[in-house]
T-cell receptor, first 117, second 114 residues
Framework: AQTVTQSQPEMSVQEAETVTLSCTYD???????LFWYKQPPSRQMILVIR??????QNATENRFSVNFQKAAKSFSLKISDSQLGDTAMYFC??????????????FGKGTKLSVIP | KAGVTQTPRYLIKTRGQQVTLSCSPI?????VSWYQQTPGQGLQFLFE???????NKGNFPGRFSGRQFSNSRSEMNVSTLELGDSALYLC?????????????FGPGTRLLVL
């Protein structure tokens, strides 16, 4: 079974600064997909960024980028120029094959990020 | 294009009752997954449906069940409610099965069991 670990339960960052959220995972698969989701106080889960394990190039999406280290099974999220609207819970998620054509999402416990004005 | 919708948004039930939650996926999406979110256990996978067939089920008791209709809409049912079933239930849809498919989440149904 896959496991996802987010070692930072809470973090804070000053507005306009950069912050990095950590995520490690454990799997024996070679082909899989990794995601960062954001859950603001409204509780709506929003996709931030995704990474395919077979791609060496790190994914970027505007102010959000990842540092994907496949050998180390590490998948960190970097948020540049932090904005007040970035305040949310951030979940790292792993999607791997679970049989019968299904790919299951396994989530970490989350990191609560607060952006301070 | 409208997002994933879930109804109702809030529910209060008492122990022993049963409840049915509904999820309408994004138009054209055929895969629907359900998750339970609690402060203690975090986000846990319940089940995934595709083409009206359950493709995968998480580690939950048989009191939790679901189904998918021909229009891809899905329902989940929890029978004989327990206090521990109080949670946010999230539904997510994707175009099809496949690890490359991104799941898009609905706003959730918050269930409180008294």
């Amino acid at each position: 079974a896959q496991t996802v670990t987010q070692s930072q339960p809470e973090m804070s960052v000053q507005e306009a600064e950069t912050v990095t959220l950590s995520c490690t995972y454990d799997t024996s698969e070679n082909n899989y997909y990794l995601f960062w989701y954001k859950q603001p106080p409204s509780r709506q889960m929003i996709l931030v960024i995704r990474q395919e394990a077979y791609k060496q190039q790190n994914a970027t999406e505007n102010r959000f980028s990842v540092n994907f280290q496949k050998a180390a099974k590490s998948f960190s999220l970097k948020i540049s120029d932090s904005q007040l609207g970035d305040t949310a819970m951030y979940f790292c998620a792993f999607r791997g094959y679970s049989g019968a054509g299904s790919y299951q999402l396994t989530f970490g416990k989350g990191t609560k990020l607060s952006v301070i004005p | 294009k409208a997002g994933v919708t879930q109804t109702p948004r809030y529910l209060i039930k008492t122990r022993g009752q049963q409840v049915t939650l509904s999820c309408s996926p994004i138009s054209g999406h055929r895969s629907v997954s359900w998750y339970q979110q609690t402060p203690g256990q975090g986000l846990q996978f319940l089940f995934e449906y595709f083409s009206e067939t359950q493709r995968n089920k998480g580690n939950f008791p048989g009191r939790f069940s679901g189904r998918q209709f021909s229009n891809s809409r899905s329902e989940m049912n929890v029978s004989t409610l327990e206090l521990g079933d109080s949670a946010l239930y999230l539904c997510a849809s994707s175009l099809a099965l496949g690890g490359h498919e991104t799941q898009y989440f609905g706003p959730g149904t918050r269930l409180l069991v008294l």
